[in-house]
């Protein structure tokens, strides 16, 4: 799983969708003003959590070991899976069985560079292995691929030897599915399929993984050398990576943002501090970047991974609320488990004036997404999944979806009459329940985050001015980092999510299935379900305390639609199809609210365009392999053209 937080300031310092390239597809440039041995710099806003890659589901943690770990194949600039330390692979007759063929001569190495051992195809069988006893937060993605392995999982199995992975011999490993998966390859794009060597496992105990750049093995482009809490993060090339011609920064170095000062990113760019800047046009600063650079504010492409708002259906902490009453609480309780509650909510959320605080008003809709999945993400007999998703909506309420357009692009969403409409249900329903209004809905936001607040005085004001103040009041709670991340991205359980409202936190897709999106709000098992405020009861120990919110928005429905969809395995036309219905289904419950997709941020940047992986899925497409910085400012002239030819070969 790719778990995003949901923060203004330093979304644009990864790579992941702003485009790329590869030796095949040269970045529109003049080579001579490309950097040799470049330093790149930037900030980071949150701190590593654990460097143990196949364990962790965030991508705070991940968008920094995927330069550390090499999986078996990665992505080119036009997002084919190309391979990486697997030279070559066959597929069965039957698709059950995988066979990779391991590059021979790859070094481990230990932080300080030194090698240490070679990477063979035991480390895949080791790695899997470890994910499997740590309880990998991302087990999910392969724990009913891999045969064996959900048993082996659930305790049926103590004999790892049973699970389908296997090392033929010292330079090919063999995966054997339960059922063939046309999308499995782009799995060993992500963490969990990543090798470990089994002698530094054994060694370091419980320490393997740690924040500590020493608790790792490295194979990858770059090592870490520095992981500072709340100061800096500092990696450095691999000397003996395999593929050393193709890193072409020597070392990176990123330095906590708290968020405080917006402007201050653009000020240390101009200082050639940093090597790109995400700049705000609403800011007071913007008018010296126009004026420094009126050609040289560009847009990251947008990506997979969909940012939105959810409601907590099973609120249980209170440590930041405006609430003072139990009446109060209650209420609100009562008031988010309405659905027409929840879309008059959705449909006054004005989501472009949100977005504009942190892109300007004029590009405030380009980056708004309708939908979980993205609407292009596969194909439907030759037409684009969002079009299935919007039949399915409306044959699910006409009413309220009729002539839906789910595209990328605009705002399908914010409408003040269906807002009131829907408002009027929600309160002749919740008077039976002597619901008391307004209903106070508490949103954290990071109190350092000036673009944050902004945002959420934007959603407070649209809300509020649509629905009334009399009806709704949102009451934005100021956090410290960590009173923040614990209340929303970082909470453990869904009693410790401390909400009623948050824009806290996305989702990027980890392989190309819509089941690596819908699987998230499976309330048995899903990974996201702490954003609802719940718990899975396949995971929790004894009661479930919040069933009663589960069943009150009939979460079983979307159960029972995604088991239908997952049971279809030979048919991906009819596969879609049925996971179409799961997501009109999410969306005619308006649980979560989908606000916009990562990337389409300004920026003054010196990245050649089109110089990183690109990828829908995994976290290889977050490799600053490949990756070229040039002497000057990235013109938008340049980066057009860079564009359009990048659009002519993914078409091709």
């Not at 320490?207 to 992981?227: C, E, K, Q, R, W």
């Not at 409202?501 to 309330?523: F, K, V």
């Not at 009939?554 to 048919?571: P, Q, T, V």
Request: hydrophobic share 35%.
């Amino acid at each position: 799983m790719k778990k995003s937080l949901f923060l203004l300031l330093a979304a644009s310092f990864t790579f992941a969708g702003c485009s790329v390239s590869n030796n095949e597809s040269k970045a529109s440039t003049d080579s001579s003003s490309v950097v040799e041995g470049a330093s790149y710099n930037y900030v980071y806003a949150t701190d590593i959590a654990t460097l143990d890659y196949v364990f962790s589901s965030r991508t705070t943690n991940s968008v920094h070991y995927t330069n550390f770990v090499d999986g078996l194949l990665e992505n080119d600039s036009l997002g084919n899976l190309i391979p990486a330390l697997a030279e070559s692979w066959e597929v069965s007759e039957d698709g059950l069985t995988y066979t990779y063929k391991i590059r021979k001569g790859v070094k481990w190495v230990t932080n300080a560079g030194t090698e240490y051992a070679e990477v063979t195809a035991n480390d895949f069988v080791t790695g899997l292995k470890h994910a499997a006893d740590v309880n990998s937060e991302t087990l999910y993605i392969v724990a009913d691929s891999v045969k064996g392995l959900g048993d082996y999982v659930d305790g049926k199995i103590t004999d790892f030897n049973e699970v389908g992975v296997k090392a033929v011999d010292d330079y090919t490993v063999e995966y054997t599915l339960n059922e063939p998966e046309s999308y499995w390859n782009s799995k060993t794009t992500y963490g969990i399929l990543y090798p470990i060597n089994e002698e530094f496992l054994n060694s370091q105990g419980e320490n393997f993984g740690s924040v500590s750049p020493d608790s790792i093995l490295y194979n990858g482009a770059f090592i870490l050398t520095n992981n500072t809490a709340k100061s800096v993060i500092e990696y450095e090339k691999n000397e003996l990576y395999w593929d050393i011609d193709n890193v072409f920064i020597d070392d990176v170095k990123y330095t906590f943002n708290d968020g405080s000062d917006p402007d201050g990113l653009f000020t240390s760019y101009q200082e050639g501090n940093f090597s790109l800047a995400r700049v705000y046009p609403n800011s007071a600063g913007y008018a010296a970047v126009k004026k420094a650079y009126p050609d040289g504010v560009t847009f990251s492409q947008t990506d997979g991974t969909t940012y939105n708002m959810t409601f907590n259906l099973a609120r249980a902490s209170y440590n930041a609320t405006s609430k003072t009453t139990d009446k109060e609480k209650d209420s609100t309780k009562a008031a988010v488990l309405n659905r027409d509650f929840r879309l008059a909510v959705q449909f006054a959320f004005d989501r472009a004036a949100y977005n504009a605080q942190s892109v300007g008003e004029e590009t405030s809709t380009e980056a708004l997404r309708n939908t979980l999945v993205p609407p292009t993400f596969v194909q439907i007999d030759g037409k684009d999944y969002g079009e299935a998703v919007e039949s399915e909506l409306e044959a699910l309420d006409s009413a309220t979806w009729s002539g839906v357009d789910l595209a990328d692009g605009h705002d399908e969403y914010f409408d003040k009459d269906k807002a009131m409409e829907h408002l009027e249900k929600a309160k002749e329903a919740l008077a039976a329940e002597k619901v008391s209004f307004p209903i106070h809905l508490d949103i954290p936001i990071l109190e350092t985050s000036e673009i944050g607040v902004n945002s959420a005085k934007s959603l407070k004001n649209s809300i509020e001015s649509t629905l009334g103040s009399d009806n709704v009041v949102v009451d934005i709670q100021l956090l410290n980092d960590d009173a923040y991340l614990a209340a929303t991205y970082q909470a453990t359980t869904g009693t410790a999510s401390d909400f009623d409202i948050s824009t806290a936190s996305g989702w990027g897709p980890d392989y190309q299935d819509p089941s690596t999106y819908l699987n998230i709000y499976n309330s048995r098992t899903g990974d996201m379900l702490t954003t609802f405020g719940l718990d899975g009861s396949d995971l929790v120990e004894g009661e479930d305390v919040t069933a009663d919110a589960k069943a009150a928005v009939n979460f079983e429905e979307y159960d029972a639609l995604l088991d239908a969809a997952s049971a279809i395995k030979d048919d991906e036309d009819a596969r879609y199809k049925a996971y179409a219905k799961a997501e009109a289904w999410l969306l005619n419950n308006a649980l979560q609210i989908p606000i916009y997709a990562g990337g389409g941020l300004p920026r003054v940047t010196n990245v050649v365009p089109f110089t990183a992986p690109y990828s829908w899925s995994g976290i290889a497409a977050d490799k600053l392999k490949y990756v070229q910085l040039q002497e000057d400012i990235v013109t938008t002239d340049q980066y057009q053209k860079a564009q359009d030819k990048w659009d002519k070969e993914r078409a091709q």
